[in-house]
């Protein structure tokens, strides 16, 4: 009892001398924050995507979450930051359930303790799985989905957080400037989600015509809760309340802003509208490079790079279809294009001034405006090496995945033509479009199939719906006869004594 009551006095004079409170509850407030930027993707490509599969992305940025969470919990964050492995490559399991993880100094900040380093890192990793998931979009099933989101944050993820910012990391050895994950977030989940696009092969060529966003609302609302969200997964990666955490919200802000202008100007000069999706993807981008980057720069630094990310990210969207990739909520422009630009922009304007805001990291020495000429090859080397790692093992993950019986990743060409919010879900995102009038015939797999009676919207698929037609024609040819119309009058009133 006496030794009880010694820890916890321990732990407590602990955490009021060594542990500012005001740093504390700046970050557990951050970490809420980043955690609603799950939210804000589920909604973002529900609205991309065509709403006979709006809801299956929704459900599978929501249990992708879930899975990460265990994952963080089980071993994920001693495979990425345990201090006690020097391989450089990845941690250890001396960490594994967050067995001596409390009131230490964090890995990554002594300003906040162990534990609440581990969640503020769990949330980076629930939105890096989440962006991932844009890879299914409309052709691939969610539970080997969930399969590959274990696998891929055990082998892919923690990997590539454990080199930049475990102190044993290779890439931190080496200098590497990434200050919010230009490299295991931005990079990790939109060249993963190429990678994964391209094992699942490209959409049915009918699926590809005229194809648009559903939702646009659903779009702007997504990007405005992830641009919400973005300023607590940059301004927390501070990791205090202090000077630093201010200039990377104002930098996100910054890049954000300019590169929506830019995107959407760039959409006018080719089709005179000024799209409400080009600006959200430009804001999009404009955030993303200012993940790794938003710490390090001053502001008008990234004004300069928000312009360049959003005409950049903008043209390599045109890549997937030289590739011949079906990446069909555009993971690897947005996300992977926007984070080499982040990590590039470091190389060139990133200063000691900035860094040393947070009275932390004072010898950080800076990119070329500090006269730092080697920071470019270093930034190249890392960006080449995330690259190709998150590439090629991500392939290998989703293609052992697929080889397991019962967990092929795609659904069929008749489950791709119906929905995946039919066939794997059982549910919709706008039931007031999905459901047909006819209630028993709501779905593809009752005694309706093929019968095309008519629906509340037409035929949801896009064919044209010609029973429907000749059925209108039926309604305007044929008189009502007199006994239907004395059984319609005796059955008002019996209704509407029933419902009262």
Not at 220 to 228: A, D, E, K, R, S
Not at 348 to 372: E, K, M, Q
Not at 381 to 391: E, Q, V
Request: charged share 15%.
């Amino acid at each position: 009892m006496v030794l009880r009551e010694s820890i916890l006095n321990a732990i407590l004079k602990r955490d009021t001398t060594q542990f500012d409170r005001g740093d504390v509850s700046f970050i557990i407030v951050a970490g809420a924050m980043v955690s609603f930027m799950i939210p804000g993707l589920a909604f973002l490509y529900s609205g991309l995507a065509r709403r006979k599969s709006a809801l299956t992305l929704i459900w599978a940025v929501t249990a992708s979450n879930a899975v990460c969470i265990f994952q963080w919990y089980f071993w994920g964050y001693s495979l990425a930051f345990s201090p006690t492995a020097t391989n450089g490559f990845i941690g250890n399991l001396a960490h594994f359930g967050l067995m001596d993880v409390l009131g230490d100094p964090s890995p990554g900040s002594p300003l906040i303790p162990d534990l609440l380093y581990a969640f503020y890192q769990m949330e980076f990793a629930c939105v890096t799985v989440g962006i991932l998931m844009g890879g299914i979009a409309e052709r691939g099933r969610v539970l080997p989905a969930m399969v590959v989101t274990f696998l891929w944050m055990t082998l892919v993820y923690c990997p590539l957080a454990c080199w930049p910012w475990n102190i044993n990391g290779w890439a931190f050895k080496y200098g590497v400037l990434d200050y919010a994950g230009g490299g295991p977030v931005e990079i990790g989940s939109g060249v993963g989600g190429l990678a994964y696009a391209w094992v699942l092969g490209r959409r049915q060529e009918e699926e590809l015509l005229n194809f648009r966003p559903h939702n646009v609302s659903m779009v702007n609302l997504g990007t405005f809760m992830l641009w919400f969200g973005w300023l607590g997964f940059n301004g927390g990666s501070a990791f205090g309340a202090n000077l630093r955490a201010i200039m990377a919200v104002w930098n996100s802000m910054l890049a954000a802003a300019f590169g929506g202008i830019v995107w959407c100007l760039l959409d006018y000069r080719l089709e005179r509208k000024y799209t409400m999706v080009g600006f959200c993807s430009g804001t999009i981008a404009g955030l993303v490079a200012a993940t790794p980057a938003s710490g390090f720069i001053h502001p008008w630094a990234a004004v300069i790079m928000g312009i360049i990310t959003g005409a950049v990210c903008n043209y390599a969207t045109k890549i997937k279809f030289l590739l011949r990739m079906d990446d069909a909520l555009d993971l690897f422009a947005e996300h992977a294009v926007g984070g080499i630009l982040g990590l590039l922009t470091n190389a060139f304007f990133a200063s000691r001034s900035i860094v040393a805001l947070d009275g932390v990291n004072t010898n950080v020495p800076g990119g070329w405006v500090d006269h730092h000429w080697k920071q470019l090859y270093i930034q190249v080397a890392y960006i080449c090496a995330t690259c190709s790692y998150a590439f090629v093992v991500t392939a290998l993950i989703v293609k052992c995945v697929n080889a397991i019986p019962g967990l092929h990743l795609r659904t069929t060409a008749e489950g791709e033509k119906l929905g995946l919010d039919e066939v794997e879900i059982g549910e919709f995102a706008n039931d007031y479009i999905e459901v047909r009038r006819d209630f028993m015939d709501w779905t593809a797999f009752g005694n309706g199939i093929g019968a095309h009676r008519p629906s509340a919207a037409g035929d949801r698929h896009g064919q044209p719906d010609l029973a429907q037609q000749d059925h209108g024609q039926n309604l305007r040819t044929e008189e009502p006869s007199s006994d239907s119309t004395a059984e319609k009058s005796l059955e008002l009133p019996q209704a509407d004594a029933a419902s009262s």
